[in-house]
């Protein structure tokens, strides 16, 4: 039997949260206040998976370069290999909110999208 000590962010209540694991699988969840404590606990200790946040180079745009993140989480153990080829990326100006600048990064099945406008220079 294993136990792990999360701070729940499922909700701004940052629950200290208790899972119990017996052979990999999760078997009692306690310290939680809501129901999404419960699913971030069990997610977080079978499958961590984090919204990744960060900024794309563009070319002809009145700002170098615009901010974007994951359209939804990705696998934890993905995280450093979405930065890169997020240090690889150049998209063209003009850039919308919501625009998709990369598809399927790193084989997640996930887009990196665009969270503000940016117009041609």
């Known amino acids: 039997m294993e136990k792990r000590q999360l701070t729940c962010i499922g909700c701004p ?35 961590p998976t984090r919204i990744v946040t960060s900024t794309v180079r563009v070319n002809g745009g009145i700002e170098p370069v615009v901010s974007c993140k994951t359209a939804q989480d990705i696998p934890k153990g993905k995280i450093f290999d979405c930065c890169k080829a997020l240090g690889e990326l150049e998209v063209s100006a003009p850039v919308a909110m919501g625009d998709v600048l990369l598809r399927d990064v790193c084989g997640t099945g996930v887009d990196i999208i665009a969270t503000k406008d940016l117009p041609v220079a």
């Open 13 to 47: 209540m940052g629950c200290q949260v208790s899972v119990t694991l017996e052979q990999g699988e999760v078997t009692e969840v306690t310290g939680n206040t809501c129901k999404r404590g419960e699913i971030y606990a069990r997610k977080e200790v079978t499958n």
